[in-house]
């Protein structure tokens, strides 16, 4: 079955960064949609960023824009998350989710995906 794990998370100072990772088994990485999405304490969960299967349409919420960078290494079935220039509004546990037939090609809709990572915590703090 479809698997996905998140990893990479933990302590950043404002300003630092963070590359997480979404290791995945059981699919065809280049023939699913990969989506980032994180939750803050207290807070529903929002969109980060999501990469399609095709032609490589990325989303970024405006709020990481410029600062977080999605990419992705098929052979490793790997998708990662750059993140730069962290601040303490980032502080949030991430997941990743995929889906494999195409609804979520076209945004970055929590709901068009159907399998979901454990999530990691990422704390940017002083």
């Known amino acids: 079955q479809v698997q996905l794990v998140e990893s990479g998370g933990g302590l950043v100072q404002p300003g630092g960064s963070l590359t997480l990772s979404c290791a995945g088994s059981?699919?065809?990485?280049?023939?699913?949609?990969i989506g980032w999405f994180r939750q803050a304490a207290g807070k529903e969960r929002e969109a980060v960023a999501c990469?399609?299967?095709?032609?490589?349409?990325?989303y970024y919420a405006d709020s990481v824009k410029g600062r977080f960078t999605v990419s992705r290494h098929n052979r490793k079935r790997t998708v990662y998350l750059r993140m730069t220039s962290l601040k303490p509004e980032d502080t949030a546990v991430y997941y990743c989710?995929?889906?494999?037939?195409?609804?979520?090609?076209?945004?970055?809709?929590?709901?068009?995906?159907?399998?979901w990572g454990q999530g990691t915590q990422v704390t940017v703090s002083s």
């Open positions: 989710a995929a889906e494999g037939l195409g609804l979520a090609d076209g945004g970055c809709n929590e709901n068009d995906y159907d399998y």
């Open positions: 059981g699919f065809i990485l280049e023939d699913y949609a």
């Open positions: 990469s399609s299967t095709s032609y490589g349409t990325i």
